[in-house]
């Protein structure tokens, strides 16, 4: 703003402007520096949001003049109140997400608890069906050697009883029924 008020008439030089006139409106402020450039911060935004864009140094003068002649003016209950109610909203705010994460952590270490026991018993469920698959691959490998073994049994008694009945068949004691040629039994 000095640089401003350097090169532009004495019509629209702006006065001095002196914080400490104007007090609590920003607590975090240490320093005259850090004060004069928050309420440079709000001439802009207050700038902005009420419409007014130019950019000239004239423009910028004359409303800069009126911003801080309606800041010194304002009574001083207002911004304290103001400020009042941001900050017991912004404690709201705080306490309800402290309280959103403490419940978030609960939720949390609740599932899981519930976790590891599901996991722990899919786990017992699983070896008990391993358990279950290896018996019954037991089961079917000795199923497996017993058919085997009864299709080898099956097999020699048709060799034997084929030719048992060759031989009865050539002494002439068994005789064989001939096939018919009309497809009848």
Same mark, same amino acid.
């Given at each position: 703003?000095?640089?401003?008020?350097?090169?532009?008439?004495?019509?629209?030089?702006?006065?001095?402007?002196?914080? #400490?006139?104007?007090?609590?409106?920003?607590? #975090?402020?240490?320093?005259?520096?850090?004060?004069?450039?928050?309420?440079?911060?709000?001439?802009?935004?207050?700038?902005?949001?009420?419409?007014?864009?130019?950019?000239?140094?004239?423009?910028?003068?004359?409303?800069?003049?009126?911003?801080?002649?309606?800041?010194?003016?304002?009574?001083?209950?207002?911004?304290?109140?103001?400020?009042?109610?941001?900050?017991?909203?912004?404690?709201?705010?705080?306490?309800?997400?402290?309280?959103?994460?403490?419940?978030?952590?609960?939720?949390?270490?609740?599932?899981?608890?519930?976790?590891?026991?599901?996991?722990?018993?899919?786990?017992?469920?699983?070896? #008990?069906?391993?358990?279950?698959?290896?018996?019954?691959?037991?089961?079917?490998?000795?199923?497996?050697?017993?058919?085997?073994?009864?299709?080898?049994?099956?097999?020699?008694?048709?060799?034997?009883?084929?030719?048992?009945?060759?031989?009865?068949?050539?002494?002439?004691?068994?005789?064989?029924?001939?096939?018919?040629?009309?497809?009848?039994?």
């Amino acid at each position: 703003m000095d640089h401003l008020s350097a090169t532009t008439s004495d019509r629209y030089r702006t006065r001095l402007f002196d914080s #400490s006139r104007i007090h609590h409106l920003d607590p #975090s402020a240490k320093n005259y520096r850090a004060e004069n450039e928050f309420f440079i911060d709000a001439f802009f935004r207050h700038r902005w949001y009420s419409g007014n864009h130019k950019r000239d140094g004239p423009s910028l003068l004359q409303a800069w003049n009126v911003y801080i002649h309606n800041l010194e003016h304002v009574d001083r209950c207002v911004p304290e109140s103001f400020f009042d109610r941001v900050t017991q909203g912004l404690r709201g705010d705080l306490e309800h997400e402290r309280d959103r994460r403490l419940q978030l952590a609960d939720a949390v270490l609740k599932h899981r608890a519930e976790f590891a026991f599901a996991q722990l018993e899919n786990e017992r469920a699983l070896t #008990s069906l391993r358990d279950d698959l290896r018996v019954a691959r037991g089961i079917a490998d000795r199923s497996r050697d017993e058919i085997a073994a009864l299709q080898t049994l099956v097999d020699a008694h048709h060799r034997e009883h084929k030719a048992l009945c060759e031989m009865l068949e050539r002494k002439g004691v068994l005789h064989r029924k001939k096939q018919r040629t009309d497809g009848t039994a």
